[in-house]
C-alpha cells in the first residue's frame, strides 16, 4: 500500500524541496502575524524580514520578487555548543529556546529527512492539558499556553484553533475514569468539565449518544484545547530558530556517537563529523537506534499509529471529539475534511504506514458514534512511528553518557507538547540538568520506580 502521509490537511509533503517550497508559499501568502517587539526574534538582524500585513502589501506591488527564503540551509561547521538530533517539532522547539530563553545560538538541528517530515507532519493535530498526573499536567499545560500565543511569538501562523476537546465516557468504568481525571486538573487548576449527554449533543449536534454496543454517558470537556497547523508549527519554530544563528542541516542522517572516557565528543553524520560536547536525541521512533549508537539503552517500543482523512464536507463539526472506547477520534480541518485517528499497530515496526485493519476497525468504531460518515468517502491515510514507553509518559532526561540528553517517549501524544517540551529540553541543555518542569520524567525513574501513568489518559493517546 502506498504511504498516503503526503499532502493534504498539510500532511508531510513528498521531498524536502517541496516542503521548503509549501514554507515558502505559506511565507509568501500570509501565515504571518505579529509584531517584532513581540517576537523579541533578534535574529531578525540576520537578514530575515519580519511577516506583516505591510510586508504582503508591499510585495503583492513588487509581484512577490522580494521575499528571502524561510531558513538558512548551511553547511555543518566543524564544531557546535550543542546539536540536536532530528528537526521534529520537539528538537526545533529546544534549538529555538535554547536561543531565546538562553541566548545559546551556536546550535545545529541535524535532520536526517526534512524538518517536520517524521511525526510532526503527519499526527492528527489536538492539543489538550487535561491529562492525570501532576507532572504531565504541568507541562502539558505549559505547552497549551504557550500554544496561545505562539503565532505572535514566532511571527508565523500557526493556525492555533481552540475549538475545544471532548472526551467521550461510553462505559460506566470510562465515566469514573473522566471523574477522576476532572477531580485531578481541578486541583491542578486546570480549566476541564464534566458533561452530559445532552450538553453533548448540543456541542457535536451530529454525534449519535444513544449507539447500540457504546451508548455515551457522558464526557470530559476542555474548552480551550484544540488544534494547530502541524507543519507550521515546525515552519515557524525553524523560521524563528534558524534567524537567531541556529543551523538547521536537512538531509543529514547521525550514523555514530562519538565518545571518549569524559562523555561525548560528537557525530558522525552524512556530511562527515561533527564535534560537541552536548547532544540532544530528539527522534521520536528511531530513539532507540540513536540510543544504541550513544551506548545506551532506552525502555521503548517504536510501533506504527495511523490516520486518515476523508473528502472535504461542509462544516458540521466545530471541535475534537475521542472516542477512547470505540477507538477512535475525529475533527474537522479548516479545508472540510473530517480527521480521523486510528490505533497503534500491536508489533514493534518501523514501517511509517497503516494498515487495512485499522483503517476498518476505526472507521467501523467511528460510525456507531457519526452515522452520517458512513456516506464519506476517505481519501488517504498515512502512518508515523511513535516510541512508546510503559507508563505511557515521555522521557527528557540527562543519560549515562556524560553530555548525551534525551527527550522522547511521547508516543501518539506528542505534537500539543511542543513548546513546553521544547522550553524544558532547552532548560536542561543550557543547565545540564534538568529544572522542575522535566525533572518527574528522566530515564531513571524507571529503575527507580516513580512512573507517571498516564495509561487511561493515553490509551487512544492525543
Ligand atoms: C498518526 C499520528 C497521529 C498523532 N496524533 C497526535 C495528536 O492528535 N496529538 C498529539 O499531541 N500528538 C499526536 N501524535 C504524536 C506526535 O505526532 C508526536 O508525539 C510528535 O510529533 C513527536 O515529535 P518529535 O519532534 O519528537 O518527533 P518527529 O516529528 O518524528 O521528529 C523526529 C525527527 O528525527 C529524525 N531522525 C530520526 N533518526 C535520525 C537520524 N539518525 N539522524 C538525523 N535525524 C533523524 C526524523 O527524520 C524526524 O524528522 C500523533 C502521531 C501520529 C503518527
Same mark, same amino acid.
Given at each position: 500500500?502506498?504511504?498516503?502521509?503526503?499532502a493534504?490537511?498539510?500532511?508531510?509533503?513528498?521531498?524536502?524541496?517541496?516542503?521548503?517550497?509549501?514554507?515558502?508559499?505559506?511565507?509568501?501568502?500570509?501565515?504571518?502575524?505579529?509584531?517584532?517587539?513581540?517576537?523579541?526574534?533578534?535574529?531578525?538582524?540576520?537578514?530575515?524580514?519580519?511577516?506583516?500585513?505591510?510586508?504582503?502589501?508591499?510585495?503583492?506591488?513588487?509581484?512577490?520578487?522580494g521575499?528571502?527564503?524561510?531558513?538558512?540551509?548551511?553547511?555543518?561547521?566543524?564544531?557546535?555548543?550543542?546539536i540536536?538530533?532530528?528537526a521534529?517539532?520537539?528538537?526545533?522547539?529546544?534549538?529555538?529556546?535554547?536561543?531565546?530563553?538562553?541566548?545559546?545560538?551556536?546550535?545545529?538541528?541535524?535532520?536526517?529527512?526534512w524538518?517536520?517530515?517524521?511525526?510532526?507532519?503527519r499526527?492528527?493535530?489536538?492539543?489538550?492539558?487535561?491529562?492525570?498526573?501532576?507532572?504531565?499536567?504541568?507541562?502539558?499545560?505549559?505547552?497549551?499556553?504557550?500554544?496561545?500565543?505562539?503565532?505572535?511569538?514566532?511571527?508565523?501562523?500557526?493556525?492555533?484553533?481552540?475549538?475545544?476537546?471532548?472526551?467521550?465516557?461510553?462505559t460506566?468504568?470510562?465515566?469514573?475514569a473522566?471523574?477522576?481525571?476532572?477531580?485531578?486538573?481541578?486541583i491542578?487548576?486546570?480549566?476541564?468539565?464534566?458533561?452530559?449527554p445532552?450538553?453533548?449533543?448540543?456541542?457535536?449536534?451530529?454525534?449519535?449518544?444513544?449507539?447500540?454496543?457504546?451508548?455515551?454517558?457522558?464526557?470530559l470537556?476542555?474548552?480551550?484545547?484544540?488544534?494547530?497547523?502541524?507543519?507550521?508549527?515546525?515552519?515557524?519554530?525553524?523560521?524563528?530558530a534558524?534567524?537567531?544563528?541556529?543551523?538547521?542541516?536537512?538531509?543529514?542522517?547521525?550514523?555514530?556517537?562519538?565518545?571518549?572516557a569524559?562523555?561525548?565528543?560528537?557525530?558522525?553524520?552524512t556530511?562527515?563529523?561533527?564535534?560537541?560536547?552536548?547532544?540532544?536525541?530528539?527522534?521520536? &521512533?528511531?530513539? =532507540?537506534?540513536l /540510543?544504541d549508537m550513544?551506548?545506551?539503552?532506552?525502555?521503548? +517500543?517504536? *510501533? #506504527?499509529?495511523?490516520a486518515?482523512?476523508?473528502?472535504?464536507?461542509?462544516?458540521?463539526?466545530?471541535c475534537?471529539?475521542?472516542?477512547n472506547?470505540?477507538?477512535?477520534?475525529?475533527?474537522?480541518?479548516?479545508?472540510?475534511?473530517?480527521?480521523i485517528?486510528?490505533?497503534a499497530?500491536?508489533?514493534?515496526?518501523?514501517?511509517?504506514r497503516?494498515?487495512?485493519?485499522?483503517?476498518?476497525?476505526?472507521?467501523?468504531?467511528?460510525?456507531?458514534?457519526?452515522?452520517?460518515?458512513?456516506?464519506?468517502?476517505?481519501?488517504?491515510?498515512?502512518?508515523?512511528?511513535?516510541?512508546?514507553?510503559?507508563?505511557r509518559?515521555?522521557?527528557?532526561?540527562?543519560?549515562?553518557?556524560?553530555?548525551?540528553f534525551?527527550n522522547c517517549?511521547? &508516543?501518539?501524544? =506528542?505534537?500539543? /507538547?511542543?513548546?513546553?517540551?521544547?522550553?524544558?529540553?532547552? +532548560?536542561? *541543555? #543550557?543547565?545540564?540538568?534538568?529544572?522542575?518542569?522535566?525533572?518527574?520524567?528522566?530515564?531513571?525513574?524507571?529503575?527507580?520506580?516513580?512512573?507517571?501513568?498516564?495509561?487511561v489518559?493515553?490509551?487512544?493517546?492525543?
Open positions: 500500500m502506498r504511504d498516503y502521509g503526503r493534504g490537511h498539510g500532511c508531510v509533503g513528498g521531498v524536502s524541496g517541496l516542503r521548503h517550497e509549501a514554507a515558502l508559499i505559506e511565507s509568501r501568502t500570509g501565515g504571518l502575524l505579529g509584531i517584532r517587539e513581540a517576537t523579541g526574534i533578534r535574529g531578525m538582524a540576520m537578514g530575515m524580514r519580519r511577516y506583516s500585513a505591510f510586508a504582503i502589501a508591499r510585495e503583492a506591488a513588487r509581484y512577490h520578487t521575499w528571502e527564503r524561510a531558513w538558512r540551509s548551511p553547511q555543518p561547521k566543524a564544531e557546535y555548543d550543542a540536536i538530533v532530528g521534529g517539532g520537539h528538537g526545533l522547539a529546544t534549538a529555538y529556546y535554547l536561543a531565546k530563553n538562553h541566548g545559546i545560538t551556536n546550535v545545529a538541528v541535524v535532520e536526517k529527512g524538518l517536520g517530515g517524521g511525526n510532526t507532519g499526527n492528527t493535530t489536538i492539543i489538550r492539558s487535561n491529562y492525570l498526573q501532576p507532572s504531565s499536567m504541568a507541562v502539558f499545560e505549559k505547552s497549551r499556553s504557550l500554544y496561545e500565543d505562539l503565532s505572535q511569538q514566532l511571527n508565523y501562523n500557526i493556525m492555533f484553533s481552540p475549538r475545544g476537546v471532548l472526551m467521550l465516557a461510553q460506566e468504568h470510562e465515566k469514573r473522566w471523574e477522576r481525571t476532572w477531580h485531578a486538573n481541578r491542578a487548576g486546570i480549566e476541564s468539565e464534566l458533561v452530559t445532552e450538553r453533548i449533543k448540543e456541542i457535536v449536534p451530529i454525534i449519535e449518544t444513544g449507539g447500540p454496543r457504546y451508548p455515551v454517558l457522558g464526557g470537556w476542555q474548552p480551550r484545547g484544540g488544534t494547530a497547523r502541524h507543519d507550521a508549527v515546525a515552519w515557524g519554530y525553524a523560521r524563528a534558524s534567524a537567531m544563528g541556529v543551523d538547521i542541516i536537512q538531509q543529514c542522517e547521525v550514523t555514530g556517537v562519538d565518545r571518549d569524559d562523555g561525548v565528543t560528537g557525530i558522525q553524520t556530511k562527515g563529523a561533527i564535534r560537541t560536547k552536548k547532544l540532544c536525541i530528539v527522534v521520536a &521512533g528511531n530513539s =532507540g537506534v /540510543a550513544a551506548g545506551f539503552r532506552l525502555p521503548v +517500543e517504536s *510501533v #506504527a499509529l495511523q486518515l482523512v476523508s473528502e472535504p464536507i461542509k462544516p458540521c463539526m466545530d475534537v471529539v475521542m472516542a472506547t470505540v477507538h477512535g477520534y475525529m475533527s474537522q480541518s479548516d479545508k472540510g475534511e473530517m480527521v485517528g486510528g490505533g499497530d500491536g508489533f514493534n515496526n518501523y514501517t511509517q497503516g494498515s487495512f485493519q485499522h483503517i476498518e476497525e476505526t472507521v467501523r468504531a467511528l460510525i456507531e458514534t457519526f452515522p452520517m460518515i458512513s456516506r464519506l468517502k476517505m481519501l488517504r491515510q498515512w502512518g508515523g512511528i511513535v516510541d512508546m514507553t510503559g507508563d509518559s515521555p522521557i527528557i532526561g540527562t543519560t549515562p553518557v556524560p553530555g548525551v534525551i517517549g511521547w &508516543g501518539t501524544g =506528542g505534537f500539543k /507538547a511542543i513548546p513546553g517540551s521544547g522550553w524544558a529540553t532547552a +532548560e536542561m *541543555v #543550557a543547565d545540564g540538568a534538568p529544572r522542575a518542569l522535566a525533572a518527574p520524567f528522566s530515564l531513571d525513574r524507571f529503575t527507580e520506580g516513580r512512573m507517571i501513568d498516564e495509561s489518559a493515553a490509551a487512544v493517546a492525543h
